[in-house]
């Protein structure tokens, strides 16, 4: 059965500052997203990472996926205050496009 | 780019009734959907794959007679939730994936979602 794992589950961190999120996950799998999600909202997609070694940037944001590990990080860097959200990565099980969700983590950017 | 429409966004029922659930692609065809549910700070679980022309893949532990899932259309799926009990509130969304080739065809695309509140 496939596990995901995300941590931390909660970061309070100050403008201007970087960060990473880590996403592990438990069997084999070469398709992963990254989903943002504002209070109230459904889900925004940031990042699909479909190989080993994929980097994707966009803005302040930065993921990248190790399949050999089993992990993936979602880097933060200068953070501002829109980037408050709760942030979750997804592992496709068995390439069927059916998505096990890690916990999520809950970000919020202080001024 | 793709959108994955539900409706109602927001609906609210008495005990014991059924509300019905839509997720509509509107730019593409999907074969497959899927279907979640989200309790509130917490993460989204999956409930089932509904498959367009045959029975859905309910996941363990969810009621397949409970939850009924229809998907009658290339581009639409429906979930009733029969028999609604307060423990049943919670946020449904649903998902679909583009069929188109390339990179597209890798992105799952997630429906604005549906707050079911049971009295």
Known sequence: ??????????????????????????????????????????????????????????????????????????????????????YFCAVDEDSSYKLIFGSGTRLLVRP | ????????????????????IECRSLDFQATTMFWYRQFPKKSLMLMATSNEGSKATYEQGVEKDKFLINHASLTLSTLTVTSAHPEDSSFYICSARSSASGTSGNTIYFGEGSWLTVV
């Open chain 1, 1 to 86: 059965e496939l596990k995901v794992e995300q941590n931390p589950l909660f970061l309070s961190m100050q403008e201007g500052k970087n960060y990473t999120i880590y996403c592990n996950y438990s069997t084999t799998s070469d398709r992963l997203y990254w989903y943002r999600q504002d209070p109230g909202k459904s889900l925004e997609s940031l990042f699909v990472l479909l190989s080993n070694g994929a980097v994707k940037q966009e803005g302040r944001l930065m993921a990248s996926l190790d399949t050999k590990a089993r992990l993936s990080t979602l880097h933060i860097t200068a953070a501002v205050h829109d980037l408050s959200a709760t």
């Open chain 2, 1 to 20: 780019g793709a959108v994955v429409s539900q409706h109602p966004s927001r609906v609210i029922c008495k005990s014991g009734t059924s509300v019905k």
